[in-house]
C-alpha cells in the first residue's frame, strides 16, 4: 500500500525567508510525485509534479521541490516566502503502474510580515 | 483551456433530506472524474471515480452515491443525509481516455455542505 506522511501540521516562517514543507512517501516501484496548494474554502491547485529526470523540480509561484530516493522524501521549498504564500499545502504520491493517488494529511504554512 | 464547475458553493440541508451536488468539466474529452470529501479543512478522502459514462468505483462504503450520466459530467448524491455528511466536496479531473492512468489532478472550487 502507498502512503504519504506530511510530518508538520504547521509551519511559521518569517516573510523574506526560506520555506521548507516536508514530505516523506511509501509506494511501491518508482514514484509520480506531486504537491498541491489549498487556499481557505477554495479546491486544490497544482503545483508541481516529479516523474522522473532531475531531483529538482520547478513549479507555479516560485515553488520547487526535491526528490530524494535514499531518504523517500519530497519536500517542498521555496527560496523567499510571501505572506500571500499561507496556505494548506499537501503532497500526495502514486505509482507508475498504479492508478490512484494518495494525498497527505497537509501541512498549513503561515507566513508572517 | 480547461476548466472544472462545481455547484452549489455551499448547502445546508436538514437530517434526512436528499442530496444533488453536480460537477462539470469543459475543454476535455474522456477524463477521469473524482469525488474527494475533505472534513475539517485538512485530509482528502477519496470517495468515487469514474473512467467513463456510467461507470463508477466506490473508495469506500457510505450514505452516498455518485453518477455519470455525461462524459463530463459527475454527479455525487444521497437520498437521506446524516449529521457525518457535513464537509467540504471537492471534484477532480485527470486526463483519461477511458482508462484510469496516474495523471495530475485538476480540482473544482469546492461545494460547503452543511448538514443540519
Known amino acids: 500500500a502507498q502512503s504519504v506522511a506530511q510530518p508538520e501540521d504547521q509551519v511559521n516562517v518569517a516573510e523574506g525567508n526560506p520555506l521548507t514543507v516536508k514530505c516523506t512517501y511509501s509506494?511501491?516501484?518508482?514514484?509520480?510525485l506531486f504537491w498541491y496548494v489549498q487556499y481557505p474554502n477554495r479546491g486544490l491547485q497544482f503545483l508541481l509534479k516529479?516523474?522522473?529526470?532531475?531531483?529538482l523540480v520547478k513549479g507555479s509561484y516560485g515553488f520547487e521541490a526535491e526528490f530524494n530516493k535514499s531518504q523517500t522524501s519530497f519536500h517542498l521549498k521555496k527560496p523567499s516566502a510571501l505572506v500571500s504564500d499561507s496556505a494548506l499545502y499537501f503532497c500526495a504520491v502514486g505509482p507508475w503502474a498504479g492508478n490512484m493517488l494518495t494525498f497527505g494529511g497537509g501541512t498549513r504554512l503561515m507566513v508572517k510580515p | 483551456s480547461q476548466t472544472i464547475h462545481q455547484w452549489p458553493a455551499t448547502l445546508v440541508q436538514p437530517v434526512g433530506s436528499p442530496l444533488s451536488l453536480e460537477c462539470t468539466v469543459e475543454?476535455?474529452?474522456?477524463?477521469?472524474l473524482y469525488w474527494y470529501r475533505q472534513a475539517a479543512g485538512r485530509g482528502l478522502q477519496l470517495l468515487f471515480y469514474s473512467v467513463g459514462i456510467g461507470q463508477i468505483s466506490s473508495e469506500v462504503p457510505q450514505n452516498l452515491s455518485a453518477s455519470r450520466p455525461q462524459d463530463r459530467q459527475f454527479i455525487l448524491s444521497s437520498k437521506k443525509l446524516l449529521l457525518s455528511d457535513s464537509g467540504f466536496y471537492l471534484c477532480?479531473?485527470?486526463?483519461?481516455?477511458?482508462?484510469?492512468?496516474?495523471?495530475?489532478?485538476?480540482f473544482g472550487p469546492g461545494t460547503r455542505l452543511t448538514v443540519t
Open positions: 475543454g476535455t474529452s474522456n477524463p477521469n
Open positions: 477532480a479531473w485527470s486526463p483519461g481516455g477511458g482508462r484510469l492512468v496516474l495523471r495530475e489532478q485538476y
Open positions: 509506494v511501491s516501484g518508482n514514484p509520480y
Open positions: 516529479y516523474i522522473t529526470g532531475d531531483n
